[in-house]
């Protein structure tokens, strides 16, 4: 095994799940185990590639596809929602400076929505897409001419064409993601700027266990791709998208720099550690309570995670969640309940919630505490 991003050796994986079946960053169960490895040289961590990368991304991996305007809620400011396309264009918008008639194109698009609602704030903009699958089609001749998107291939005449190339969220699934810089390198003008988000595992623990994220950039190993592929004056971000790298650089003559991997191997040995007391703790509480009848709350990625993860999922009767939106509906075959009605047959819970508020949503419901209920938390020990 090597490093995608450096070519070094990589040895043993830090991290091997214990479980058979995982999850995809859309929150699909999918056979097959994770296992992370940390590169030395660069600190990129990094996980095999699906057998069937092409097919899965050609028609898979459906991406908020069921809606058009549906969308992903960033945060909740001062009581206002707001939508994570919106927040993607204002920081896009606050770290570059996109001249009047500016060629665009974002590569690896996919719905393109960030791009789609931008091009209404700055109808200036020549705006091109690019994707590895055609099912996303309908959704871009809503708002540029059929010359101006590609599948699978760029046209020769693409080349070093763009003032800004543009990438959310698809690098993380590409495995050999030298080719796509060094490619994305040649489609920009001299002068021009790659802008990028990543995911970052460090400010989203999710990310290091998802199946399909192949790569989970660090911001040395981050640094060392863009270095290696030509680009100059780069400056990461791990600060202004909650949980996400974001990246700028440009076409120019660069010098080569070196990076520091130290600190960064170390929180990653970490958090390899962190997820390995997660499964274990999950596989011990799974068999101190053989044959109890369970339940999971939370019905996002930590509750469907726990699903994947615990050895007896035939004795969970339900999810519990306080959305309305999710209620009603089922995840795994099991029906998806509002909290208050947890059947009264439930003697262990689980808490399927971000880590870092799942106490205090715990804490604050009040009729479960004279259920005499085991509540099992990820992050601590088995009761
Ligand atoms: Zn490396």
Redesign the pocket.
Known sequence: MH??????E?GKPIYSASSNQSLTSLCELRDGKVNVWS??????LLSEAFADTVAYYESDYKILLSEEEEDQIYEVRNGEIVYRTNHQIDTLLSKLNLPDGAIVLDYGCAKASTLKKLSSQRPDLNIHLFDVSSMYKAYWEKFVSVDRYAIHTTPSTWDARFDVLTSFFALEHIPQPVDTVKKVYSLLKDGGVFYGIVPDTFGNVADFVVIDHVNHFTTP?LT?LLDAAGFTDIQIDDSVHRGALVFTARKGSNKEITVDPTETLEKSASLAQYWTSVNRRILETSKAHTGVTKAIYGSGFYGAYIASAMSDFDHVSCFLDASPFQQGKELFGKPILAPELLPSDVKVLYVGLNPSIARSIINSLEWLTSRGISVVYLDEQAI
């Open positions: 490093c995608n991003v450096c070519l070094a990589v590169c030395p040289v660069c600190s990129h190993s060392y």
